[in-house]
């Protein structure tokens, strides 16, 4: 190699245990291999169409539509805003976290004033409060209710249902706007029975994809709005999106190797099941939940009715610096965390846990937590999160007799 700078092998697989993007399965790494075929053909419209019915039932919607653009979750936002917003438009913004932060922000970037909800970090979004600003606005001037379903930065999931059951409650028309994006496919959202009017997420959390395509669900509500929206938009217009989609098209070009790994990731969750992919992803949350307790760490989410089962927050004790905790964890086991972020950063660090992951999965992650924590300095008994983790799903396996002697 001459004087090139040596590359450190790493045996084994990657522990990216971030909150995503998350790995990406075999099955849907071969499916996006295939070579490309033409996007305005017709074995690209029937790709789309068995697509976007996949995407429905992932929404649990029959009465929304889906609307899709290469991008992230970032973009999604923006495309949710310009789409059902005007400038000088009010609304309300439940802020919680760093993400709900950034989503107002992305509102409040087209002109729209943004009245913030703020509650602190490893709270979720109180329904309560709500339904009574709601109540105060007499004049209806709220034209949409911000909200983050599940919380990434903190490990809190908000309860949609009961923020819907608020605007009923206070008699608001107020359209119901919701980032889905670490929590779709992963936890149990349902787009039609909360009367939500868009939802949005991006393909590479519990959709199991590479980086790469924004996601929105759109109510009649919402594409209603959109007619009279004033937000400038080109790109991110989803008018033009449905009216092609209805032809098999899209009209800019899209992420075609993308969908092909889409379609194989909605067969692998139609194959398990969506009531069995939450209760799978709850399962392994709370076993890494005793995981935490059992090292004698806090968590930062603080109601047990809001846990997340995507991702875990962990306070690390005063006078550890989390971030540089996730740059040792790193460097020395190839362990990939999520940083703290917003108002937590360098206090807590993100244990992710969504996606294409079973037991094992989680208990090497686990293992890998262990390790660089006491190596770290911090002062855990080695071996007791894991062992916690391993009870609990011994305790738990739907397969395993755990009466043998």
Not at 192 to 212: C, F, I, N
Not at 357 to 374: C, F, I, P, Q, S
Request: aromatic share 6%.
């Amino acid at each position: 190699m001459g004087s090139q700078k040596a590359t450190r092998f790493v045996s084994g697989r990657p522990f990216l245990q971030i909150p995503g993007p998350t790995l990406v399965p075999e099955r849907v790494v071969r499916a996006m291999s295939q070579p490309l075929i033409d996007h305005r053909g017709p074995k690209f419209a029937a790709l789309l169409k068995e697509v976007l019915e996949g995407l429905k039932w992932i929404f649990q919607t029959r009465e929304g539509q889906i609307v899709l653009y290469p991008g992230s979750g970032t973009g999604a936002w923006e495309a949710c805003v310009v789409n059902t917003l005007s400038p000088g438009d009010r609304v309300l913004g439940c802020v919680n976290g760093h993400f709900s932060t950034l989503f107002c922000r992305a509102a409040a970037a087209f002109g729209i004033q943004v009245e913030p909800l703020e509650v602190p970090y490893g709270v979720g979004i109180p329904a309560e409060q709500v339904e009574e600003r709601l109540r105060s606005d007499t004049n209806r001037h709220i034209k949409a209710v911000l909200v983050v379903h599940n919380e990434t930065s903190t490990g809190v999931a908000s309860n949609i249902a009961a923020i819907r059951r608020a605007l009923e409650r206070a008699g608001h028309p107020a359209l119901l706007l919701v980032d889905a994006v670490s929590s779709l496919a992963s936890i149990d959202f349902r787009f039609d029975e909360w009367r939500v009017d868009v939802a949005l997420t991006g393909a590479q959390k519990g959709l199991m994809l590479p980086p790469g395509i924004a996601i929105l669900a759109v109510s009649r509500r919402a594409i209603e709005a959109s007619r009279s929206a004033r937000c400038s938009r080109s790109f991110w217009d989803w008018t033009p999106v449905l009216e092609r989609n209805a032809h098999g098209e899209f009209p800019s070009t899209p992420a075609t190797a993308h969908f092909f790994g889409l379609k194989e990731s909605l067969t692998m969750l139609n194959e398990e099941g969506l009531p069995a992919v939450f209760r799978r992803h709850a399962r392994l949350a709370e076993a890494c939940r005793h995981a935490v307790r059992a090292m004698g760490l806090d968590l930062l989410a603080q109601n047990p009715d809001h846990y997340s089962n995507t991702l875990t927050a962990v306070c690390l004790p005063v006078g550890f610096d989390s971030d540089a905790f996730v740059t040792h964890a790193q460097r020395s086991l190839e362990i990939s965390l999520g940083i703290g972020l917003g108002k937590v950063k360098g206090k807590v660090f993100r244990i992710g846990h969504l996606g294409n992951l079973n037991e094992l999965d989680l208990l090497g992650a686990l293992a890998g937590v262990d390790m660089t924590l006491k190596s770290f300095g911090v002062p855990v008994p080695v071996g007791a999160g894991l062992t916690a983790a391993e009870n609990y799903l011994l305790q738990t396996a739907p397969n395993i007799d755990t009466s043998a002697p």
